[in-house]
């Protein structure tokens, strides 16, 4: 267990069982949703991922998309947390990722924050 998820976890301790139990509906959904997720990527082909990335290249070239630097200015991009780069460099991409081909940028790395 990381030390922020005991922290975590402590915080929540204090609080009234009503909210604890909310708390814990919330994180097992989330975790049940990130095991999901992995299933989906894990079991999703090359040639599945081609397709996706080829549809993208034609949005992009009929300028149907929108740059992510206009939804999210860099501005609100900080503490960016992820297992590779901003410019979408997979080096360190775990086995499996849709980055480990290079050409994915994580999503994570895109969080707007106050």
Do not use: N
């Not at 082909?45 to 034609?58: H, I, K, L, N, S």
């Not at 990722?97 to 969080?111: F, I, K």
Request: proline letters at 6%.
């Amino acid at each position: 267990m990381t030390t922020l998820l005991a922290q975590a976890l402590a915080a929540i301790e204090q609080l009234p069982a009503d909210a604890q139990d909310a708390i814990a509906t919330r994180l097992l959904a989330e975790v049940a949703d990130e095991q999901a997720w992995a299933a989906r990527f894990a079991a999703t082909t090359d040639a599945q991922w081609d397709r996706v990335a080829e549809t993208v290249r034609r949005a992009i070239a009929a300028g149907d998309i929108v740059s992510l630097d206009d939804v999210f200015p860099p501005r609100v991009l900080r503490d960016v947390k992820c297992h590779q780069s901003l410019s979408g460099v997979a080096a360190a991409a775990p086995q499996g990722h849709p980055g480990a081909g290079g050409s994915h940028v994580c999503p994570l790395a895109y969080r707007a924050l106050p």
